[in-house]
């Protein structure tokens, strides 16, 4: 009997070392912003779930998993992983050709830093146009989304201090455009 129990206990620790997936049943009451910070496998496996129980083809899987991560990203963070995914099911029932219309978030949320909240690509060139890029040091980023349906983008701001060609730290920002769905700058605006 102890030996089962260990063997279940290692099992359990072991889902936490790699990150414990949830299937839908485990979270379609968990929040959005609650699943947000799950990894993007495990969202996956959250929207497949979702179409077993509802009995929707397993086809419709990337079309579900666009609007589920749009929807993580813009709408209200205390939504309900249920409710926003029925809301998915129910835009497929009434109008198919819309679920074409959703953007996959992941490209653009795997380019921020889970270390400090940089952009990395943003930072990059940054760092690429400072006088000493040694001396960056990243203070805050921030953006707004931009989601024309033929081109979504992203407005990033990024906050940081460096030194000048005198030698004296300064901070500065920067904003650059960013394709939601590549994740890659599209230009730098100031």
Same mark, same amino acid.
């Given at each position: 009997?102890?030996?089962? $129990?260990?063997?279940?206990?290692?099992?359990? +620790?072991?889902?936490? !070392?790699?990150?414990?997936? #949830?299937?839908?049943? #485990?979270?379609?009451? /968990?929040? !959005?912003?609650?699943?947000?910070?799950?990894?993007?496998?495990?969202?996956?496996?959250?929207? #497949?779930?979702? !179409?077993?129980?509802?009995?929707?083809?397993?086809?419709?899987?990337?079309?579900?998993?666009?609007?589920?991560?749009?929807?993580?990203?813009?709408?209200?963070?205390?939504?309900?992983?249920?409710?926003? !995914?029925?809301?998915?099911?129910?835009?497929?029932?009434?109008?198919?050709?819309?679920?074409?219309?959703?953007?996959?978030?992941?490209?653009?949320?795997?380019?921020?830093?889970?270390?400090?909240?940089?952009?990395?690509?943003?930072?990059?060139?940054?760092?690429? %146009? +400072?006088n000493d890029e040694d001396s960056y040091e990243?203070?805050?980023?921030?953006?707004?989304?931009?989601?024309?349906?033929? %081109?979504?983008?992203?407005?990033?701001?990024?906050?940081? $201090?460096? /030194?000048?060609?005198?030698?004296?730290?300064?901070?500065?920002?920067?904003?650059?455009?960013?394709?939601?769905?590549?994740?890659?700058?599209?230009?730098?605006?100031?």
């Amino acid at each position: 009997m102890k030996k089962i $129990k260990l063997l279940v206990l290692s099992v359990c +620790m072991s889902s936490v !070392l790699v990150g414990c997936s #949830d299937s839908y049943e #485990d979270s379609a009451n /968990k929040t !959005l912003k609650e699943t947000i910070q799950s990894t993007i496998e495990n969202r996956h496996e959250i929207v #497949d779930g979702f !179409l077993k129980q509802q009995n929707l083809n397993q086809s419709l899987s990337n079309q579900f998993y666009n609007c589920f991560s749009e929807m993580l990203f813009t709408k209200n963070p205390t939504l309900k992983v249920g409710e926003v !995914l029925g809301w998915c099911e129910t835009t497929y029932k009434a109008n198919p050709k819309k679920m074409d219309s959703y953007i996959n978030f992941d490209n653009f949320e795997k380019q921020f830093s889970k270390w400090d909240g940089s952009y990395r690509p943003l930072e990059q060139l940054i760092k690429n %146009n +400072m006088n000493d890029e040694d001396s960056y040091e990243h203070v805050k980023t921030n953006y707004r989304l931009i989601l024309d349906e033929k %081109n979504p983008t992203a407005v990033i701001a990024t906050e940081f $201090k460096g /030194k000048n060609t005198y030698g004296a730290t300064v901070k500065q920002i920067v904003k650059a455009v960013v394709s939601i769905k590549t994740g890659n700058v599209i230009k730098i605006i100031s």
